[in-house]
């Protein structure tokens, strides 16, 4: 093996390397934003049900 195919092996492994580490990058992220995304939704219908028990408590009036 001479020089030129152990740089042309190594290139490869650092391209392999970088994909792999953006491939984790893009993981996380798009983890992050779905773990936003189910904060904002169980947000929402706390506030739903607050409405809703907020409705029951006012006084009904008798038309």
Request: proline share 2%.
């Amino acid at each position: 093996m001479d020089i030129s195919s152990f740089s042309i092996f190594s290139a490869v492994y650092v391209i392999f390397v970088a994909g792999v580490i953006a491939l984790l990058v893009l993981l996380f992220l798009v983890l992050l934003a779905a773990l936003r995304a189910l904060k904002t939704y169980v947000r929402v219908q706390e506030l739903k049900i607050d409405l809703m028990l907020a409705e029951d408590e006012e006084p009904h009036q008798l038309d």
